[in-house]
């Protein structure tokens, strides 16, 4: 059941939304104040694309 559900959010709009924040921490990155705000886009960008099974710990 977790796999039809991983391919079904991944089709259905997961890469999409999984692209948008790796592109948002790529323009952060280019700003030097940026880089804490990057890192948790990255953070992100795993439970976009994998959220079953995922979490986010906040350090």
């Given at each position: 059941?977790?796999?039809i559900g991983?391919?079904?959010l991944f089709l259905l709009g997961?890469?999409?939304s999984g692209m948008a924040?790796?592109?948002s921490g790529v323009l952060w990155c280019i700003i030097i104040f940026g880089i804490p705000f990057e890192i948790?886009?990255?953070k992100n960008v795993?439970?976009?694309l994998s959220p079953?099974?995922?979490t986010?710990?906040?350090d």
């Amino acid at each position: 059941m977790r796999l039809i559900g991983k391919i079904l959010l991944f089709l259905l709009g997961g890469f999409v939304s999984g692209m948008a924040w790796v592109l948002s921490g790529v323009l952060w990155c280019i700003i030097i104040f940026g880089i804490p705000f990057e890192i948790q886009f990255f953070k992100n960008v795993k439970l976009a694309l994998s959220p079953f099974g995922a979490t986010i710990v906040h350090d």
